[in-house]
């Protein structure tokens, strides 16, 4: 069955390639309605878990090369093609892709301020740079600058394959320990409120963080776990 998160009542991020992990749906209660819609005309069948495609996104201005990697990548991948950063920025900033393909020589913008743009938004932003200027200078500069890889051009479509589930691979684990470190975060602040209004006798206030608490821990608390809380609070 489909799961939608409303992402504005999550008090922790949760990174959207996480979310199609686990198949679930982040979004804003603005576009639910049109999601749903979405769902049901894709025809949903009760108890149908299919396998969640990751989505890729290609900023590259050459028709012809383009048209190669997507045909390399659709078969594993949900791929969009853009021919400028303007573009690709505009739809990355809409679908929010789990990997970007970034030609370096773009019209107008160049793809180094393309990556500046998307790395302010986004420092986690899995962005492999396909560049013909394979010089450890302009290398040096990518990674610096947020890049997760750089493809130097020409490369062949087993590179290209190896580096989109490589690079994949690895921003989940990125992701995942980004997440995490919100929910410490979050855990922590609990608990220094708790502290306060444990000082304060505030009962009442004190079972309500206990309460949100239970929820970030990463398993249910035992009954002994449980007792122990609640008799600090009683």
């Not at 996104?57 to 594993?76: G, M, P, Q, R, Y």
Request: aromatic content about 6%.
């Amino acid at each position: 069955m489909p799961i939608y998160l409303i992402s504005e009542t999550c008090d922790t991020e949760v990174p959207l390639i996480l979310a199609k992990e686990h198949h679930f749906h982040v979004t804003s209660i603005a576009d639910l309605v049109e999601n749903l819609q979405m769902a049901h005309s894709a025809g949903y069948v009760r108890g149908r878990r299919g396998q969640v495609k990751a989505s890729v996104l290609v900023i590259e201005d050459d028709e012809d090369a383009s048209e190669i990697v997507f045909e390399a990548l659709k078969s594993d991948y949900e791929v969009d093609t853009v021919p400028d950063g303007e573009q690709g920025v505009a739809l990355w900033k809409k679908k929010r892709h789990d990997l970007i393909l970034l030609d370096y020589m773009l019209p107008g913008r160049k793809g180094d301020a393309v990556l500046s743009e998307i790395m302010d938004l986004d420092k986690n932003q899995p962005v492999i740079v396909m560049t013909a200027f394979d010089k450890p200078e302009y290398n040096k500069d990518f990674i610096l600058n947020g890049a997760s890889q750089y493809l130097p051009k020409p490369y062949t479509l087993m590179e290209l394959r190896a580096q989109c589930g490589s690079q994949l691979n690895k921003a989940k684990l990125i992701y995942q320990d980004y997440y995490h470190d919100q929910k410490q975060k979050k855990l922590s602040n609990l608990v220094c409120e708790l502290e306060r209004e444990l000082k304060g006798s505030n009962i009442e206030k004190a079972r309500r963080i206990i309460d949100a608490i239970k929820i970030i821990l990463p398993q249910s608390l035992s009954e002994d776990e449980q007792a122990r809380i609640w008799s600090s609070v009683s």
